[in-house]
């Protein structure tokens, strides 16, 4: 039997769920980003979020378009699509799922699309023949560009891994392709009067559009959004939360521990304590759980949700990787501390722009330091630079 609420409080039990957590009612904080998203996006800008993977840009979209009465969010995943027809395809499909799609907007897919007439129509959405010889991305545009209604709640298209789609089509395409793309969705945020838009994806636009051929200036319309790591007391909600979701009662001690372990980083949070849902017998301690956070860190079979983080400066570095992982391994600090730049090696500046936007670094004046405390700390473990306590 799950654990109730805790005494005193509402707040409802989670069962942990690393990175595959769903449910709005289960989402916790981020409350000052989206605030400043609902200003932004109400004011008249589109945003762009491009804080690493496992940080919660989806499952926040996906809350946001949930909670926020003002907006009728879609939200549109392109991981996977390698193509412009994808791209075209996969956002006609997750339209057509919309029960609150406009009239005016499924009307237009039906002209475009086979079996898109009414929600949950079976068959597989395809291009109809009278369209097969019309440019993906002109159809794209008529479909996208039904949004823009007069009434009701404003219409926000968030698309999630648009860089991966990009950098994917450059390769298996060719860069024009990409870099057209690039300029239509522009196009369509400028073009749109009501339509908001968020922009969001795991691989920073720095890297995509060197593939794609494209220019700073297709994103240039895009007003950065970051999420972060959680503040501590949102940290300290998620944690005894998590702790009622395996029946156990949150002791100060076992909160504070899993804030400290896991950086904000709710991914983090949702691993230890799944973890150690598993091994804990009795009332678990905060030993119990930095024993979890230093066991998920060793452990090849755990660490593979995580892999990522360590395995992308070889996969978008190239042979700039050496000395990425150079400038990483140099900026690590005891107690998170500012490293000078003078400190270390002259070629950092070669990727420490690119270091910075990708979340792994972060610059103030002359000096240097990880952005995140809890990665700075996997880092180091991983690689060797400190040893398990």
């Not at 996906?62 to 996977?80: C, K, P, V, W």
């Not at 060719?174 to 870099?179: G, M, N």
Request: with cysteine; charged share 25%; net charge neutral.
């Amino acid at each position: 039997m799950a654990a109730s609420a805790q005494p005193g409080t509402d707040r409802a039990p989670i069962r942990p769920q690393p990175g595959n957590e769903r449910d709005p009612a289960n989402f916790v904080g981020r409350e000052e980003p989206t605030r400043l998203a609902r200003e932004r996006l109400l004011a008249g800008d589109n945003l762009w979020l491009s804080d690493p993977r496992r940080i919660g840009k989806t499952y926040w979209m996906r809350t946001f378009a949930a909670r926020e009465a003002g907006f009728q969010g879609y939200l549109i995943n392109y991981e996977g699509v390698t193509s412009v027809d994808e791209f075209l395809t996969r956002t006609a499909e997750e339209l057509h799922g919309s029960r609150k799609l406009p009239d005016r907007t499924r009307r237009v897919l039906s002209t475009v699309f086979e079996n898109v007439e009414s929600v949950g129509m079976p068959g597989v959405i395809i291009v109809k023949p009278y369209h097969r010889r019309t440019p993906p991305l002109t159809l794209l545009t008529s479909i996208l560009g039904a949004l823009d209604t007069d009434d009701g709640p404003v219409p926000l298209v968030m698309m999630d891994e648009v860089p991966m789609a990009i950098r994917n089509i450059a390769r298996s395409e060719d860069a024009s392709a990409a870099a057209a793309l690039l300029q239509t969705l522009r196009a369509l945020r400028q073009g749109t009067t009501r339509v908001r838009w968020i922009v969001a994806g795991s691989v920073g636009f720095h890297h995509v559009l060197r593939d794609a051929g494209g220019a700073s200036g297709d994103l240039a319309d895009l007003a950065s959004l970051v999420l972060g790591p959680l503040p501590d007391h949102e940290t300290r909600e998620l944690a005894q939360r998590l702790l009622l979701g395996i029946n156990q009662m949150p002791s100060d001690r076992t909160v504070e521990a899993l804030v400290e372990v896991s950086g904000g980083i709710p991914f983090l949070a949702h691993k230890v304590v799944g973890m150690l849902g598993q091994r804990s017998k009795g009332a678990a301690t905060a030993q119990d759980v930095r024993d979890c956070f230093e066991d998920f860190i060793d452990c090849h079979e755990e660490f593979g949700w995580f892999d990522h983080f360590t395995r992308r400066v070889d996969q978008y570095y190239g042979d700039r990787t050496r000395l990425a992982r150079k400038t990483l391994d140099s900026a690590v600090s005891s107690e998170h501390q500012w490293v000078p730049l003078a400190s270390l090696d002259a070629a950092v500046l070669d990727v420490l722009d690119d270091l910075v936007a990708d979340h792994y670094l972060e610059v103030s004046g002359q000096r240097v330091r990880w952005r995140y405390p809890a990665l700075q700390y996997i880092w180091a473990r991983r690689r060797r630079l400190w040893d398990r306590p």
